[in-house]
């Protein structure tokens, strides 16, 4: 009886094990099957092809839903396959659609920095329909219809950008001050607290003047909103030191300690002495250094895996030409010689300016010069000569690479129409090009400007200092490698 049972038992593993292995099999099997349409698919979703090429994407996922509930291998294969071709051709239709909806995809884009899915829910539905209505009068080549139906999404979108934000901000900061009156803030912290209603009246302000440009309105409702909760902060912090009956020195002595905190993270002792200004410049520099050693790295490991990709090419082509000798380089080691040169003349310009004047970067084989130190007055284009200094360091960049292009790139923050920015940015680069024209000996066809407004920020523009630093002009210079074509 017993070796009945063990043989039964033995059995009924056998079978579960079978079973295993085969259920594994067919989930390596269906992996591999699905593998090229996930691809596709995932490509898609980044490409935003649900909303710029809606109706092939629908389709492509109809397709791929159903051979998910497929169980024969041929139909599983040919509904994957069809399932490819419509996410593929989703993807390629994304293109044409950002260029033609390129403002109404920055108005969505604005309402949804502004929350307006969740402050202004039913206008932003709104908007989604009309825009899916627009992709798909644009997939079905209707491009006029398309135009209109998008120009409709993108004033419903800006509406919902302005219900957002004053939900989102104004209405929220409202009764965070409303809060601050009866806890009593303004006797422990009015200063911050006028502040904070002086911002929100110049949102108010700037939501009525600029209708259609909430970027200025939204920094400053979001600015109104930090001041709100930081006099409400302060007051409650000042009653805590009352209540405590610490005295000024104790106050002082605390407000040494995060900076104490930091300073032993980058090994140095802070004095205070003489205030808080040593400290904060030596740490500010610290911080300045490690960002330019950071992105020299990036830089370095760039070139360094591009040197690598080279020679590992360089020693294939030796290997084939064993047994016999080339009488001429081949264009590898021209290509190779001509990269070296570019290092090395990238490391002159570097030398040429200071750290306030311009960072210079690495972009492939092109040579970035951003140029921090100059500067325009609020609206304008014209240069300052006390920026021909600066300028004529740029004139030595640039001929340091013979026969070089290059490009003069002009940028601005958010604050203002897109289409204001975008002029500025463009006589601002136009107003660079004419002065290197002027001084220096150069084929006006190799140097070129442009204007790209706010369309590329290098930093956050909710803050001075991050628009700052987008306001700026980019010189690119494209070296001439002779053996890289």
């Not at 998008?150 to 104004?170: G, T, W």
């Not at 930081?230 to 007051?235: D, G, R, V, W």
């Not at 690598?308 to 001429?328: C, F, H, M, P, Y």
Request: glycine content about 4%; hydrophobic content about 40%.
């Amino acid at each position: 009886m017993m070796w009945k049972r063990k043989f039964t038992i033995t059995i009924l593993l056998s079978i579960f094990f079978l079973v295993l292995v085969h259920s594994a099999q067919g989930q390596d099997v269906r992996a591999a099957l699905f593998r090229e349409a996930n691809t596709a698919m995932q490509a898609a979703i980044d490409a935003q092809a649900d909303i710029l090429s809606p109706k092939s994407y629908a389709r492509g996922l109809k397709k791929y839903r159903e051979a998910e509930k497929e169980k024969n291998i041929d139909k599983i294969r040919k509904k994957l396959a069809e399932a490819t071709r419509e996410f593929t051709k989703a993807k390629g239709t994304t293109d044409v659609a950002r260029v033609t909806f390129g403002k109404h995809l920055k108005a969505r884009s604005d309402a949804v920095n502004s929350d307006a899915p969740r402050y202004a829910a039913e206008q932003w539905q709104r908007a989604e329909k009309k825009f899916l209505e627009a992709a798909r009068e644009l997939e079905s080549g209707d491009m006029k219809d398309a135009r209109k139906k998008a120009d409709e999404a993108e004033k419903i979108y800006r509406l919902a950008e302005l219900q957002a934000i004053k939900v989102n901000y104004l209405a929220e900061t409202w009764e965070l001050l409303r809060k601050a009156d009866n806890e009593d803030v303004k006797d422990y912290a009015p200063r911050t607290l006028r502040r904070a209603r002086e911002l929100i009246q110049q949102a108010e302000a700037e939501l009525v003047n600029n209708r259609y440009d909430t970027d200025v309105a939204r920094n400053l409702a979001q600015q109104a909103k930090y001041e709100a909760r930081h006099a409400i902060y302060l007051a409650n912090t000042i009653r805590k030191i009352k209540d405590a009956d610490q005295g000024l020195e104790d106050i002082l002595l605390a407000t040494e300690r995060p900076l104490k905190k930091i300073a032993v993270e980058i090994d140095f002792v802070p004095k205070f002495d003489n205030g808080f200004g040593s400290a904060t410049t030596k740490i500010i520099n610290f911080i300045k250094t490690y960002i330019d050693s950071t992105q020299y790295l990036s830089q370095e490991l760039a070139e360094r895996n591009q040197l690598i990709s080279n020679q590992e090419a360089r020693i294939k082509e030796l290997e084939q030409e064993l047994g016999g000798v080339t009488r001429e380089k081949s264009a590898l080691a021209r290509r190779i010689e001509a990269q070296a040169r570019v290092r090395a003349q990238f490391a002159r310009v570097e030398q040429m300016f200071g750290r306030e004047e311009a960072h210079v970067l690495r972009e492939g084989n092109s040579v970035l010069i951003r140029l921090k130190g100059l500067n325009f007055g609020v609206g304008k284009s014209v240069i300052e000569p006390q920026y021909f200094t600066l300028l004529s360091k740029v004139k030595a960049a640039i001929n340091t690479f013979p026969d070089c292009q290059v490009s003069i790139n002009g940028h601005t923050d958010s604050h203002g129409s897109d289409q204001a920015n975008l002029r500025l940015s463009t006589e601002r680069a136009i107003a660079v090009r004419q002065y290197l024209l002027a001084n220096m000996e150069i084929n006006p066809a190799r140097i070129e400007a442009r204007g790209f407004g706010e369309s590329n920020p290098i930093a956050n523009n909710e803050t001075a200092e991050g628009r700052a630093k987008n306001r700026r002009i980019d010189i690119v210079i494209h070296p001439q490698l002779s053996g890289t074509n």
